[in-house]
């Protein structure tokens, strides 16, 4: 068998992996139910955990929105292949060869591009110095002192897995539509790629007008993420103005 089945009864098929297949329910599920250091840590902390604590640090240093969702997906792999610990991954090229695959195609998937050098630089200091905290707090040996350079408080507590999904699920979601509405503007000015702006624009209607918008917006009211997390897309004036001003000029 050359496949996994998902939770929702979906085959996947890690070595030759389908983008349409990709899906971030699968990978909040799987990742929240993964604990972190092959399970060596003081208690349960999930990958999902791992994922949202450098998502939060990137916030905290003001990159982009793509930086910012590529670090709460940069173990997405590991929902459809595990991992393995680093002193063995070493010794298996081939593993390394689809792990680095698969994880290119989730970025892709969900970002629209190739990470730059700049970006993927960004993304794994990060995940050293949130590694570094895991170390500090969980551990019985500090690894080193990088987790004095985190702008953030990762505190590294248990969290059920279901509200720790949900969490994962619903920056995704923001961080998507956020990118989304960025890009439209952009079209906007620049009157390029209609076709383009107007699937752009049909995807951000759909998401304002939703209930997944209004509970985000709702959460966002109480004040339940990060205070830098970049939520143009949760402005209601911000969506409305922009759906206006693109009907205004189609007309």
């Known amino acids: 068998m050359s496949y996994i ?3 929702p009864g979906k085959h996947f098929y890690p070595l030759n992996p389908i983008p349409q297949n990709i899906d971030i329910e699968d990978i909040a599920h799987a990742l929240s139910l993964i604990c972190r250091a092959n399970g060596h840590f003081k208690h349960f902390y999930s990958v999902a955990q791992h994922s949202i604590a450098c998502a939060v640090e990137a916030i905290e240093r003001g990159f982009s929105s793509e930086v910012i969702l590529a670090c709460l997906l940069h173990d997405a792999s590991e929902a459809y292949l595990c991992d393995v610990t680093r002193p063995v991954k070493k010794q298996l090229p081939q593993y390394l060869r689809a792990e680095e695959k ?3 195609v989730i970025w892709k998937c969900f970002i629209g591009r190739e ?4 970006e993927l630089n960004q993304i794994f200091e990060i995940d050293d110095h949130i590694l570094s905290q ?10 080193n002192e990088d987790y004095r350079k985190l702008k953030s408080e990762c505190t590294c507590d248990y969290q059920d897995p279901q509200e720790v999904k949900k969490q994962f699920i619903q920056l995704a979601r923001i961080l998507r539509y956020e990118m989304t509405m960025r890009e439209a503007e952009q079209l906007m000015r620049t009157k390029e790629n209609t076709d383009r702006l107007q699937s752009l624009i049909g995807e951000l209607e759909a998401y304002y007008t939703s209930d997944e918008w209004k509970r985000d917006f709702t959460d966002d ?3 339940l993420f990060p205070k ?10 911000g969506v409305y103005n922009l759906l206006e ?7």
Do not use: I
């Not at 990470?115 to 700049?118: A, E, K, P, S, V």
């Not at 895991?134 to 500090?142: R, Y």
């Not at 001003?245 to 007309?251: I, L, N, P």
């Open 115 to 118: 990470l730059t050098d700049t």
């Open 228 to 237: 830098k997390l970049p939520r143009g897309v949760l402005s209601e004036d």
């Open 5 to 7: 089945t998902t939770v």
């Open 102 to 104: 698969l994880q290119g």
């Open 221 to 223: 009211e109480k004040g």
């Open 245 to 251: 001003e693109y009907r205004e000029e189609s007309k």
């Open 134 to 143: 895991e170390f500090h707090l969980l551990m019985p040996e500090d690894l």
